[in-house]
T-cell receptor, first 115, second 119 residues
Framework: EDKVVQSPLSLVVHEGDTVTLNCSYEVTNFRSLLWYKQEKKAPTFLFMLTSSGIEKKSGRLSSILDKKELFSILNITATQTGDSAVYLCAVDVYEGQGGSEKLVFGKGTKLTVNP | SAVISQKPSRDICQRGTSLTIQCQVDSQVTMMFWYRQQPGQSLTLIATANQGSEATYESGFVIDKFPISRPNLTFSTLTVSNMSPEDSSIYLC????????????????FGQGTRLTVV
């Protein structure tokens, strides 16, 4: 069974701290790994990673994938209270000959940034 | 990108009743996905809605409880039937869209979500 595990499940930091969120996976047919930020209901897209070792950056957020060790990390530097959210890791897997695919989500990391 | 309009955004329902959630996509897509997110949990895939064929349900979810319609390539509904308090969750619809060079990468887009409370 395809599995995505995130750690920690919960994290409380102060503004200005740097945080690292972890995501490991065990899936049969890997296509890509995606990170999402969920503040209310709908997740918003952060990054998609397909190749090992290539860091993706967007402002204070960055992420990298290790396909050999089957994990990814999401870094947030100089955290702000607006970074408080649940961060979801998902792996896009494809199934069978028909070319269908789906996302398998981890449980998420709840980040709280205190002023 | 894809714009998905999902409604209702929230509802409070009596146990034993049913609620139908709608999702309208701004362009044609082959597959639409329905997720449930119970309090403090991650997104769990309920089923994949395919146009012109029966929905494909994940383990633990059945058509009698979560019937799905997919009348065309831009619209789908999920019904939560005979509701109990355990069905209180956020329900999300989603589509995958191929992006990038040679459309090799996939990005998921989500509706705004429906927060369901069953009392």
């Amino acid at each position: 069974e395809d599995k995505v595990v995130q750690s920690p499940l919960s994290l409380v930091v102060h503004e200005g701290d740097t945080v690292t969120l972890n995501c490991s996976y065990e899936v049969t047919n890997f296509r890509s790994l995606l990170w999402y930020k969920q503040e209310k209901k709908a997740p918003t897209f952060l990054f998609m990673l397909t190749s090992s070792g290539i860091e993706k950056k967007s402002g204070r957020l960055s992420s990298i994938l290790d396909k050999k060790e089957l994990f990814s990390i999401l870094n947030i530097t100089a955290t702000q209270t607006g970074d408080s959210a649940v961060y979801l890791c998902a792996v896009d897997v494809y199934e069978g000959q028909g070319g269908s695919e789906k996302l398998v989500f981890g449980k998420g990391t709840k980040l709280t940034v205190n002023p | 990108s894809a714009v998905i309009s999902q409604k209702p955004s929230r509802d409070i329902c009596q146990r034993g009743t049913s609620l139908t959630i709608q999702c309208q996509v701004d362009s044609q897509v082959t597959m639409m996905f329905w997720y449930r997110q119970q309090p403090g949990q991650s997104l769990t895939l309920i089923a994949t809605a395919n146009q012109g064929s029966e929905a494909t349900y994940e383990s633990g979810f059945v058509i009698d409880k979560f019937p799905i319609s997919r009348p065309n390539l831009t619209f789908s509904t999920l019904t939560v039937s005979n509701m109990s308090p355990e069905d209180s969750s956020i329900y999300l619809c989603s589509v995958l869209r191929r992006m990038g060079v040679k459309a090799m990468n996939t990005e998921a887009f989500f509706g705004q979500g429906t927060r369901l409370t069953v009392v």
